[in-house]
């Protein structure tokens, strides 16, 4: 099967993450997947993974440019002739389904998180033939918000490569690892991190990460000598196996659980805590909003500070034995292979 993907850009972030293993995944049962996006840091994990990647302005607003982007997708569609179109953001999708109206291709799209409904951007925005969602509150979404039938949406997962995101065989563990794109919003548990950080002296902290809010954190973390930005990073695989614990959401907290760290989920979208993989009614909780804490009320930076300092406080063993249990509830529910096998299924019900 040939599949065109379309995505904003390409740079670390939980949706392109998602896509780079879906189509490592795809190519591997040897699909044949274009993706078509601004470009990026992830690129070239996507080319070594048998994608092509096409560069296009998909994540403007400036019309000149989409315009531009409009005919390279429309030129590339008219070449390969895919079987499905994938989108994974809504100026991609908007533009597909612009081409769609001509060409007539099987358009799916993917659901990644919810975004402010407007009249204006109700109408500019399209779902396809068919639908994934991340998650089951973005399934209900999709339905209260866009009117999208139910039997045109399938939840799927953010899937984890558990072979990749496995615990080390021996190393020192230390210090809270967050990872998160570090713009205005998704910033903000990284900035209460620096703030309570002096309070904490003796836990490291490191946080992952790029942005329009880099910069500016890294001067409030001058005062804070525990505190580490690496900027972003298009593997973070190292810095899990250096964490001892892990504090943050979506996609980056799974692959922390995948690699058998604790973690404690907290976001600007909102705040669950420690998250205890025995605990059906947690796990449930935090699978509903696919780890994102979404609706739930924010931590304060006294309740976020007591949560790590109990968390840290912990005998090696105690934190080891959750995060085996935290790695075995990933691979039962979030191993790469569903996620690749819930794009298959949508595809089939509309092809």
């Not at 597909?96 to 500019?124: E, I, M, P, Q, Y």
């Not at 309070?199 to 990460?209: A, D, L, N, R």
């Not at 899990?240 to 996609?251: D, E, H, N």
Request: proline share 4%.
């Amino acid at each position: 099967m040939k599949i065109i993907m379309a995505t904003n850009s390409f740079n670390p972030g939980g949706a392109e993450t998602h896509l780079l293993e879906l189509s490592r995944g795809l190519c591997a049962l040897g699909h044949t997947v274009f993706v078509v996006s601004a470009g990026g840091e992830l690129v070239p994990a996507l080319e070594r993974a048998g994608a092509r990647h096409v560069e296009a302005a998909l994540n403007t607003h400036n019309p000149a440019k989409l315009i531009q982007a409009f005919f390279r997708l429309k030129k590339l569609i008219a070449e390969e002739k895919p079987e499905i179109v994938h989108a994974h953001a809504r100026i991609p999708a908007f533009l597909c389904s612009l081409l769609n109206k001509k060409r007539g291709f099987r358009f799916v799209t993917t659901a990644h998180l919810d975004f402010r409904v407007t009249a204006l951007n109700k109408k500019l925005t399209s779902w396809g033939d068919f639908s994934l969602a991340v998650s089951e509150d973005l399934k209900q979404y999709l339905i209260r918000e866009f009117g999208i039938p139910e039997s045109r949406i399938l939840v799927t997962v953010n899937g984890i490569d558990t072979e990749r995101f496995a615990p080390p065989l021996s190393a020192e563990r230390c210090g809270f690892l967050h990872i998160s794109r570090l713009d205005a919003g998704p910033a903000d548990i990284a900035r209460q991190l620096i703030e309570i950080a002096p309070s904490c002296p003796e836990i490291p902290i490191t946080i992952v990460g790029g942005g329009g809010e880099y910069e500016a954190l890294c001067q409030a973390a001058k005062s804070a000598p525990n505190v580490r930005l690496t900027g972003a990073l298009s593997d973070v695989r190292e810095e899990l196996t250096r964490a001892r614990a892990f504090v943050g959401v979506s996609r980056a907290a799974l692959e922390a659980m995948s690699a058998g760290l604790p973690v404690i989920l907290a976001g600007y979208q909102g705040y669950l805590g420690e998250l205890d993989a025995a605990d059906e009614e947690a796990v449930g909780r935090a699978v509903q909003t696919n780890f994102t804490c979404r609706g739930y009320p924010a931590a304060s930076a006294e309740e976020l500070r007591n949560a790590i300092r109990e968390l840290y406080a912990r005998s090696d063993e105690e934190l080891a034995r959750e995060g085996a249990a935290n790695r075995t509830l990933i691979i039962e529910r979030y191993d790469v292979k569903r996620m690749v096998s819930d794009a298959l299924e949508a595809y089939s019900r509309v092809l």
